[in-house]
């Protein structure tokens, strides 16, 4: 754990001391502003932040692979992933601590856009149970993402083709449980479970089903799993 948390903390430092970050976080706080207010010009605007959810998950296709595409495309374009392999450092601890990095990020993100509800508390009367189970879903949903960015920066050691991969991966898996509607039969149900919309639809209604929480949980341990044997085959090389 000691090796995870000083991981961690490095990657923390550069992310709170990188302008990129602080511009990718300028641009999601000025999208997820106009889908939170995108209603509210509405003759009976609701208190709820339904679009927000919407549209912070569509944004996280493209925010994760951004978070995430230097971890470790970096680390291999500079040549200090050999010294990080050949170190008292565990493969696996690697992928973990710089994963806990983009998520603390990832969460500090999240955190800002609390000052939504507390416009909704103030001048409305907002149900809070959708609202808590919105933002569970949002983050299981960012930890999905952000696994998916990790692995594609493992891949390469440019960081645009990283992104650009885990975009299309995350764009797939978006619009997976779409297909459901045009194909029928037993096919249907498959597309439909295997996409993040369907299971993340019903935390936005205020519905927190225990076989989406898992769903997430299992997509965020696959794809870490999958990240720490791509990152062991370079021993190999």
Same mark, same amino acid.
Request: net charge neutral; proline share 4%.
């Given at each position: 754990?000691?090796?995870i948390?000083?991981?961690?903390?490095?990657?923390?430092?550069?992310y709170?001391?990188?302008?990129?970050?602080?511009?990718?976080?300028?641009i999601?706080?000025? &999208?997820?502003?106009? &889908?939170?207010?995108?209603?509210?010009?509405n003759?009976?605007?609701?208190?709820?932040?339904s679009?927000?959810?919407q549209?912070?998950?569509?944004?996280?296709?493209f925010?994760?692979?951004?978070?995430t595409?230097?971890?470790?495309?970096?680390?291999?374009?500079?040549?200090?992933?050999?010294?990080?392999l050949?170190?008292?450092?565990?493969?696996?601890?690697?992928?973990?601590?710089?994963?806990?990095?983009?998520?603390?990020?990832? &969460?500090f993100?999240?955190?800002?856009?609390?000052?939504?509800?507390i416009?909704?508390?103030?001048?409305?009367?907002?149900d809070?149970?959708?609202?808590?189970?919105?933002?569970?879903?949002?983050? $299981?949903?960012?930890?999905?993402?952000?696994?998916?960015?990790? $692995?594609?920066?493992?891949?390469?050691?440019?960081?645009?083709?990283?992104?650009?991969?885990?975009?299309?991966?995350?764009?797939? $898996?978006y619009?997976?449980?779409?297909?459901?509607?045009?194909?029928?039969?037993?096919?249907a149900?498959?597309?439909n479970?295997?996409?993040?919309?369907?299971?993340?639809?019903?935390?936005?209604?205020?519905?927190?089903?225990?076989?989406?929480?898992?769903?997430?949980?299992?997509?965020?341990?696959?794809? $870490?799993?999958?990240?720490?044997?791509? &990152?062991?085959?370079?021993?190999?090389?």
């Open positions: 754990m000691r090796t948390r000083a991981v961690a903390f490095k990657e923390i430092q550069v709170f001391s990188s302008p990129v970050a602080y511009i990718v976080a300028l999601f706080m000025a &999208l997820s502003g106009v &889908l939170f207010v995108r209603d509210l010009g003759p009976f605007p609701e208190a709820s932040m679009n927000f959810f549209g912070a998950a569509f944004l996280f296709v925010l994760a692979p951004v978070l595409m230097r971890l470790l495309s970096e680390e291999q374009k500079l040549g200090t992933i050999e010294l990080l050949t170190s008292p450092v565990r493969d696996w601890e690697v992928i973990i601590g710089k994963y806990l990095a983009s998520l603390v990020f990832l &969460l993100l999240l955190a800002l856009t609390s000052y939504y509800v416009l909704l508390v103030v001048f409305a009367s907002p809070p149970g959708p609202i808590y189970s919105g933002y569970l879903g949002l983050v $299981l949903y960012g930890m999905a993402a952000l696994a998916v960015g990790i $692995l594609t920066s493992t891949l390469t050691s440019n960081q645009i083709i990283a992104a650009v991969v885990g975009i299309g991966i995350l764009i797939v $898996l619009a997976t449980a779409s297909i459901s509607d045009v194909v029928t039969g037993g096919w149900n498959v597309f479970q295997l996409g993040f919309t369907s299971h993340f639809n019903d935390f936005d209604s205020g519905i927190i089903d225990s076989a989406h929480i898992v769903y997430f949980l299992t997509v965020t341990a696959l794809f $870490l799993f999958l990240s720490i044997r791509t &990152l062991e085959s370079r021993r190999w090389r």
